[in-house]
């Protein structure tokens, strides 16, 4: 189970990556620099200052100045660096387009939650990605296989999000109502028919499974009745994913409905996957709420700042959704100082003393301003998932935040 810093670590991270992705160049500028960990910084700084003459001769002069600009302030900032970090130090760097022609300098500097083994150095219209975006993908990976003789659905749990693969309707027949010599040829036909459809689904299965092996924690085989254990136990699946098999459950559908009734029964018996977690939080979150007394539990974004500012939070659940931005704005024309939560893509509003557009003295992202609180005050914080129906939940009816406290207050123990 991830902390409360690994969390924000992976949070700043994917929303460093969906930054990158919105940026562009007016002409290839944007140089995107890969250093692994095991690479000496004196052979990036020299394999930068080749780049650096070969630039040189870029024919467009505002291309040519803007990449050895970009050159130059990887070089300047490489001198603080001994060595790469453990994961890897990765650059972007270039001039990135703003509004009509105009372009400014952007920098930005990871490193990575993982290491990486390839160096690489790209200088295009867009920043490269590749590599890290890999990171991004849920580790947590489960197989799920849900099936009777009439239909078979095969998926993947990643995390909090359930991804159909396939399903599949089969060709068995039906009860027969054929007696004697017909019966039994009729009975091995159906036998037939349903060997191949279990083939068929164990085809699917192997197919789609063996590339995750390594990564796949755990696969669930459910369906009504005896048909998931028969299919379990001859040989549709390969040896290397029976082993991963965790459990068969007794469920109701065989389609995608099915998968999620799968997952229900399956996260009971296994409390450290993420999709359980989740679920156990904001249960525990709704159990509070629903107390004739109000609870510990806490909710919408006055009542959860002011309780994190008087320390009286235990647990702080935030989707992972949640795009505002805490500022201080200052007004240039009456000095006027404002503290505000503005939404993704707001910058500023206009004084309410004098109506002159206010300065952006400080910003950072909403989710790490409550983090850093949290953190200041010994609160655990769990960032929710925005695919999980828990996370849905916590964005619609709770505004994206909420909480539960250490104790109840005392102005609410009189009442």
Same mark, same amino acid.
């Given at each position: 189970?991830?902390?409360?810093?690994?969390?924000?670590?992976?949070?700043?991270?994917?929303?460093?990556?969906?930054?990158?992705?919105?940026?562009?160049?007016?002409? @290839?500028?944007?140089?995107s620099?890969?250093?692994? =960990?095991?690479?000496? $910084?004196?052979?990036?700084v020299?394999y930068?200052?080749?780049?650096?003459s %070969?630039?040189?001769?870029?024919k467009?002069?505002? %291309?040519r100045?803007?990449?050895?600009?970009?050159?130059?302030?990887?070089?300047?900032?490489?001198k +603080?660096?001994? &060595? !790469?970090?453990?994961?890897?130090l990765?650059?972007?760097?270039?001039?990135? &387009?703003?509004?009509?022609?105009? @372009?400014?300098?952007?920098?930005?500097?990871?490193? !990575?939650p993982? !290491?990486?083994?390839?160096?690489? /150095?790209?200088c295009?219209?867009?920043? #490269?990605?590749?590599q890290?975006? %890999?990171?991004?993908g849920?580790?947590?990976? /489960?197989?799920?296989?849900?099936m009777?003789?009439?239909?078979a659905?095969?998926?993947?749990?990643?995390?909090?999000?359930?991804?159909?693969?396939?399903?599949?309707?089969?060709?068995? *027949?039906?009860?027969? #109502?054929?007696?004697?010599?017909?019966?039994?040829?009729?009975e091995?036909?159906?036998?037939?028919a &349903?060997?191949?459809?279990?083939?068929?689904v164990?085809?699917?299965?192997n197919?789609?499974f063996? *590339?995750?092996?390594?990564?796949?924690?755990? $696969?669930? $085989?459910?369906?009504p009745?005896?048909?998931?254990n028969?299919f379990?136990?001859k040989?549709?699946?390969?040896?290397?994913?029976?082993?991963?098999?965790?459990?068969?459950?007794?469920?109701?559908?065989?389609?995608?409905?099915?998968?999620?009734?799968?997952?229900?029964?399956?996260s009971t018996?296994?409390?450290?996957?993420k999709?359980?977690?989740?679920?156990?939080?904001m249960?525990?979150?709704?159990m509070?709420?629903?107390?004739s007394?109000g609870?510990l539990?806490? +909710?919408?974004?006055a009542?959860?700042l002011?309780a994190?500012?008087?320390?009286? $939070?235990?647990?702080?659940?935030?989707?992972?959704?949640?795009?505002?931005?805490?500022?201080?704005?200052?007004? *240039?024309?009456?000095?006027?100082?404002?503290?505000?939560?503005? !939404?993704?893509?707001?910058? %500023?509003?206009?004084?309410?003393?004098?109506?002159? =557009?206010?300065?952006?003295?400080?910003?950072?992202?909403?989710?790490?301003?409550?983090?850093?609180? &949290?953190?200041?005050?010994?609160?655990k @914080?769990?960032?929710?998932?925005? @695919?999980?129906?828990?996370?849905?939940?916590?964005?619609?009816?709770?505004g994206?935040?909420?909480?539960?406290?250490?104790?109840?207050?005392?102005?609410?123990q009189?009442?």
């Open positions: 189970m991830e902390d409360s810093e690994s969390q924000i670590r992976r949070y700043e991270f994917k929303k460093a990556l969906n930054e990158l992705t919105k940026l562009h160049g007016r002409g @290839t500028e944007l140089i620099l890969y250093i692994p =960990p095991d690479k000496q $910084i004196s052979d990036v020299q930068l200052r080749e780049e650096f %070969t630039s040189s001769n870029i467009s002069k505002s %291309t100045k803007n990449v050895l600009a970009a050159i130059e302030s990887i070089m300047s900032r490489l +603080y660096y001994k &060595a !790469p970090p453990e994961t890897g990765v650059f972007f760097v270039g001039h990135v &387009a703003t509004r009509g022609d105009q @372009t400014e300098m952007y920098t930005k500097i990871i490193e !990575p993982e !290491p990486f083994q390839t160096f690489m /150095y790209k295009d219209s867009v920043f #490269h990605l590749e890290l975006q %890999t990171q991004l849920e580790k947590e990976i /489960y197989g799920l296989i849900v009777d003789r009439k239909e659905t095969v998926g993947v749990l990643s995390g909090t999000n359930i991804n159909v693969i396939t399903n599949e309707q089969s060709l068995v *027949p039906s009860k027969h #109502h054929q007696g004697g010599q017909s019966s039994r040829r009729y091995r036909l159906i036998e037939i &349903a060997h191949e459809f279990f083939k068929k164990g085809d699917i299965a197919e789609a063996m *590339p995750n092996i390594r990564e796949m924690k755990a $696969i669930f $085989i459910g369906g009745g005896s048909t998931k028969y379990f136990e040989d549709y699946l390969r040896n290397e994913l029976k082993a991963k098999v965790n459990d068969l459950f007794d469920i109701g559908y065989t389609d995608e409905s099915g998968l999620r009734e799968l997952v229900e029964k399956a018996n296994i409390k450290d996957m999709i359980s977690r989740e679920k156990d939080l249960n525990r979150f709704m509070e709420i629903k107390k007394d609870g539990g806490v +909710y919408g974004e009542n959860v002011a994190l500012r008087a320390k009286t $939070i235990d647990l702080l659940l935030v989707s992972e959704d949640l795009d505002k931005s805490h500022v201080i704005l200052k007004c *240039p024309n009456c000095g006027n100082e404002r503290e505000m939560f503005l !939404p993704g893509g707001q910058d %500023t509003v206009n004084c309410e003393k004098c109506g002159t =557009p206010m300065t952006v003295v400080q910003k950072e992202d909403f989710l790490e301003y409550l983090f850093h609180l &949290a953190e200041a005050s010994g609160a @914080t769990e960032i929710i998932s925005d @695919t999980s129906e828990e996370g849905k939940l916590l964005e619609r009816a709770f994206g935040i909420a909480g539960i406290l250490r104790y109840v207050p005392k102005e609410q009189i009442q």
